[in-house]
């Protein structure tokens, strides 16, 4: 109880969804706009915006660096 308040001020009306499909559906197909995000760190917010997930990085250029990382 102690940091209720402040937990609800962070995610507030905010709905987790399975995935992206889902979660837009859920923001902005129903009567009412939702901020949502997905278990994957997908977040719409109530104005439609959208941040977060994308791919892993790949390819020469991102496993020329791990393995720089890794020599050391």
């Given at each position: 109880?102690?940091?209720?308040?402040?937990?609800?001020?962070?995610?507030?009306?905010?709905?987790?969804?399975?995935?992206?499909?889902?979660?837009?559906?859920?923001?902005?197909?129903?009567?009412?706009?939702?901020?949502?995000?997905?278990?994957?760190?997908?977040?719409?917010?109530?104005?439609?915006?959208?941040?977060?997930g994308g791919k892993p990085?790949?390819?020469?250029?991102?496993?020329?660096?791990?393995?720089?990382?890794?020599?050391?």
């Amino acid at each position: 109880m102690q940091f209720q308040d402040a937990f609800y001020f962070a995610v507030q009306n905010t709905l987790v969804c399975d995935t992206i499909e889902i979660a837009t559906h859920t923001a902005y197909n129903l009567d009412k706009r939702y901020r949502v995000v997905t278990k994957n760190g997908e977040l719409i917010e109530l104005s439609g915006t959208m941040s977060g997930g994308g791919k892993p990085k790949s390819g020469l250029m991102s496993a020329k660096i791990v393995d720089e990382f890794s020599e050391n």
